[in-house]
T-cell receptor, first 115, second 111 residues
């Protein structure tokens, strides 16, 4: 079974621009979560989508948004990019939502650099 | 805000030695997971512990969930260079299933 895929793998953007990242979960997984990973803050939860609905949200500004399509694929968008948005953005899918276990299967990430 | 503190933050030891990584919180979790992340890749799930006091073994790795479900430990026996990586614990919150990740332990095994 194919793993979680993320595109693009690397991205360089300028302050003020916007960016869209894409994630395809493991077949059959309906839950998709997004995380931001930086050396200073570690791995921080952005939001989670389940059956096209946002189920959970982390403490990030409204410039960070996401959506999920009927085939479970997900996109996240960051508008008005800031230097501090430079990070590894990770997508994870899960089969076991609703069981209290919620194991995450991560993609390789998208490395975003804002200049 | 729930926090998961891992210690040590960095650990560099010789091949063949034993080590323990700790994951501590003041919050109770419904389950706790351990991941390992290598450079340029996403974290990979190693184990999930669900019951307070539970011990799980994965070859040379032993994972324990605290009795009160607030903390966990990872013990590696006879460490090998392939164990090098960033180890992350993650607690699953009751009710909303949000994952809270620990601060991470960067482990380096020297051949």
């Amino acid at each position: 079974k194919a793993g979680v895929t993320q595109t693009p793998r690397y991205l360089i953007k300028t302050r003020g621009q916007q960016v869209t990242l894409s994630c395809s979960p493991i077949s059959g997984h309906r839950s998709v979560s997004w995380y931001q990973q930086t050396p200073g803050q570690g791995l921080q939860f952005l939001f989670e989508y389940f059956s096209e609905t946002q189920r959970n949200k982390g403490n990030f500004p409204g410039r960070f948004s996401g959506r999920q399509f009927s085939n479970s694929r997900s996109e996240m968008n960051v508008s008005t990019l800031e230097l501090g948005d430079s990070a590894l953005y990770l997508c994870a899918s899960s089969l076991t939502a609703g069981t209290g276990i919620y194991e995450q299967y991560f993609g390789p990430g998208t490395r975003l650099t804002v200049t | 805000t729930q926090l998961l503190e891992q210690s040590p933050q960095f650990l560099s030891i010789q091949e063949g030695e034993n080590l323990t990584v700790y994951c501590n919180s003041s919050s109770v979790f419904s389950s706790l997971q351990w991941y390992r992340q290598e450079p340029g890749e996403g974290p990979v799930l190693l184990v999930t512990v669900v019951t307070g006091g539970e011990v799980k073994k994965l070859k040379r790795l032993t994972f324990q969930f605290g009795d009160a479900r607030k903390d966990s430990s990872l013990h590696i026996t006879a460490a090998q260079p392939g164990d090098t990586g960033l180890y992350l614990c993650a607690g699953v919150n009751f009710g909303n299933e949000k994952l809270t990740f620990g601060t991470g332990t960067r482990l380096t095994i020297i051949p």
